[in-house]
């Protein structure tokens, strides 16, 4: 049997995935096919919907695992997401104790947690039922975001919450909110992320971070970061684009 997404994730392993937005099946089976870790499906940020990131689950028949980033910590998006089956959730603006405590709630079925209990995807349409609902608390992947000044202040009580499997950090919402939009490599912005990193590796749990390029999140890689998001699918096709167009537009100069 193939190790799970969250027993990688826990063992420390460093995986890489990418954005996806755009609601294509084929984007997500490409993704699949090229070989990323991991594919985080955002329905914050995107036009998706939930039918949305079904199909891009089951457009990955490679196996590759999907996290689905909720709109906000809410137990109908929650409990959609992980009924459609993906491998982990992503949970935004987590703020306080009382936010993170909450969000692993959700994730978890009784008694963990407070999971409402369906038959979907995820438990095979009824098929897998019993072993799906045994596993789940083990199998599913609880990632919380710390993109908030607020959340860094908090985030000794954060930490302490237990079953959260890893602290991703935002930094663009997080430079937002630090009247700085933007500007990552600004110093205070820096300094907060830094502070976040050492208490989590106190805690002994896996930082994740995006990044819109390799270039980006190589300085997070070497400073330990495990669980990376590179770039977003529209990005890709855009900057992919403009490239070949920049190419062939010097091949047709030198010929002119």
Known sequence: MNETFKKRLNRGDLLIGTIITIASPEIGEIYS???FDWLFIDLEHSALSVK?????LQSTSLGTPCLIRVPSLDDIWIKKALDIGASGIIIPQVKTAEDAQKAVQLCKYPPEGFRSVGIGRAQGYGENFQEY???ANDNIAVIIQ???KDAVKNMGDIIKVAGI????????DLSASMNKIGRIADADIQNAIAQVKEIAERANIPLGIFGATV???RPYIMNGYTLVAIGIDTMLISNAAKGMIEK????GGNIG
């Open 146 to 148: 710390i993109e908030h």
């Open 215 to 217: 270039d980006a999140v």
């Open 248 to 251: 062939i537009k010097h091949i």
């Open 133 to 135: 609902v045994i596993n």
């Open 33 to 35: 096919g090229a070989g």
């Open 165 to 172: 499997d890893s602290v991703f950090i935002g930094p663009y």
């Open 52 to 56: 949305d990131a079904q199909v891009i």
